[in-house]
Structure formats: C-alpha cells, structure tokens
C-alpha cells in the first residue's frame, strides 16, 4: 500500500514537471483511495481546465498509472488549490436549497445531469437531512437525481382496528346497517 502511494505522488510530481511546476504535493489516505493534494500556484486555471475537465484528466492519468504497474491501490482523488473541496462545498450547500423545496412543494425533483463525484456528493449532503431521499436515474452521461419527498408514516390511527362485536362485525359495521335499515 505504501508504495502504491509513493508512486502516485512520484507520478503526479514528474506530470506536473513537465508544465513548468515544480512542487510538493500533500498526500494523505482515506481508506482505499490515495488522496493528493496540489498547493496553489500560477498554473490553478491551466491545471483545474474548464469546469475540472483537466484535474479529471491528470487524477485518471495517475489512477492508469497505477493500475499499469499492478499496485495495490488504484483510486486516487487529485484536487488542485482545494478546488475540489470547495466545489464540494458549494454543490452541497446548493442541495440544501433543493432540499427545502423539495419539502415546501411536496413534489420531487429532478436535478441536471452530473458526473459521478458530484452525484456522490448531493447523496451524501441529502442523506444528512431528514424529509428527502435522493436515487440516481439514467445511464451515462445523463445519469441525474431525483429528489423525492420521503412518505410521511401512517399514523397510529390508520393501524387501528376496531374490536369486534359478539356477532362477529364491527361497531361501525352495526352503525352502517342501522343507516341502511331507517
């Protein structure tokens, strides 16, 4: 497992080298995912691409490298300048914002199509707060979550059964009959 994280850091500096960067990066391990942690620099849009389509790119550049060599951990997260983190932030504080809608309205909602990691991130934010479930629909690129109000429990007078009478109906079973009868 160490090595596996030596290498990873190792892979992602020489990458980085290539771009003029020159820099230590943080590593740290969540369970079976290598975490690598790039410091800020003058290179953040360039590396972070349009909407992280370039840190996407280097952490499957590095998660191929691993797999290549046989290593024992294969998952890796980059985040460039917490760039990550922060998305993160925001994306759960907007499924906070969802959330009360979905539990003001009462109906669900279906959210714009997202890639896995955000997928992860709205399920977990909305798994923290009661009144809303959310489940995944789709297949690809169009995969998306639907937020659903959770069905409110029955309340204990929807399980009541009424006692029987010596004849074998209901008290209301006898009221019903005598409004027939009159």
């Known amino acids: 497992m160490e090595d596996s994280i030596i290498y990873a850091k190792k892979y992602l500096e020489d990458l980085l080298s290539f771009f003029g960067l020159n820099t230590d ?5 969540e369970e079976d995912v290598i975490e690598l942690s790039v410091p800020s620099s003058h290179l953040n849009g360039f590396l972070i691409g349009n909407r992280g389509d370039t840190l996407r790119a280097l952490q499957y550049l590095v998660s191929s490298a691993l797999r290549n060599q046989e290593m024992e951990l294969t998952r890796v997260n980059v985040d460039i300048a917490d760039y990550k983190k922060q998305r993160n932030d925001r994306l759960a504080e907007k499924a906070l914002g969802w959330v009360r809608k979905v539990r ?22 909305v798994s923290e707060l009661s009144g809303v479930e959310t489940e995944s629909h789709g297949e690809g690129r169009d995969r998306h979550i639907v937020l659903t109000p959770k069905k409110d429990k029955p309340e204990e007078e929807d399980d009541y059964e009424e006692p029987a009478l010596e004849d074998g109906t209901s008290t209301s079973d006898k009221e019903t009959t005598e409004e027939l009868e009159k």
């Open 104 to 125: 003001d309205t009462k109906e669900e909602m279906a959210l714009e199509p997202m890639n896995p990691a955000d997928r992860r991130v709205v399920h977990k934010a």
């Open 25 to 29: 990066i943080r590593v740290t391990r």
